[in-house]
């Protein structure tokens, strides 16, 4: 079956630490892949894409890396601030023509001052 | 950036009632909206595709005569929530891709039913 998978539930850190989550999927071909950050009782907003022929992208203190061997991404917030503190989401393209997502269940990042 | 809104923001009800919920696209044109629904700590799941002007395309295991979608213009994409029960509580969220990649979330609705 098809699973998408963000590798804890929840990660503390301290501020002007990286943080670096996962995302590891399964039984998906991606053509790209989509960062989503969310804050509690809001919707998701766009982050950055990654296209499955793209190692690497960057937006100011965000970095992703996209494996589509391993069939897994990266994701890193550089110097992390207080106001970092949000679910992310990541997700995957599932192939149809109109651009559906399937997301994973997030990862809750705290960053402590 | 494109910006979707969601109204209302909160809604409650009695168990039997029907519940409507609008998601408009305000500065750009969206044939295609969808929408998730979220419980808490847990991923958004895709219920439905919402097409403007023709029928939505349900996900497997959504009851299409519960949740009624309309796409009647291309900046308004209503779901209604018929005879809602407690199970249905929820937060609902709709979603446009005006570049047909990122998508474009509204604030979400959250729907307790009593």
């Known amino acids: 079956s098809q699973k998408i998978e963000q590798n804890s539930e929840a990660l503390n850190i301290q501020e002007g630490k990286t943080a670096t989550l996962t995302c590891n999927y399964t039984n998906y071909s991606p053509a790209y892949l989509q960062w989503y950050r969310q804050d509690p009782g809001r919707g998701p907003v766009f982050l950055l894409l990654?296209?499955?022929?793209?190692k690497e992208k960057r937006k100011e203190r965000l970095k992703v890396t996209f494996d589509t061997t391993l069939k897994q991404s990266l994701f890193h917030i550089t110097a992390s601030q207080p106001a970092d503190s949000a679910t992310y989401l990541c997700a995957l393209d599932i192939g149809s023509n109109d651009y559906k997502l399937s997301f994973g269940a997030g990862t809750t990042v705290t960053v402590r001052a | 950036g494109a910006v979707v809104s969601q109204h209302p923001s909160r809604v409650i009800c009695k168990s039997g009632t029907s519940v409507k919920i609008e998601c408009r696209s305000l500065d750009f044109q969206a044939t295609t909206m969808f929408w998730y629904r979220q419980f808490p700590k847990q991923s958004l799941m895709l219920m439905a595709t919402s097409n403007e002007g023709s029928k939505a395309t349900y996900e497997q295991g959504v009851e299409k005569d519960k949740f009624l979608i309309n796409h009647a213009s291309l900046t308004l994409s209503t779901l209604t929530v018929t005879s809602a029960h407690p199970e249905d509580s929820s937060f609902y969220i709709c979603s446009a891709t005006p570049t047909g990649y990122e998508g474009f979330f509204g604030p979400g609705t959250r729907l307790t039913v009593l």
């Open positions: 990654i296209r499955e022929n793209e």
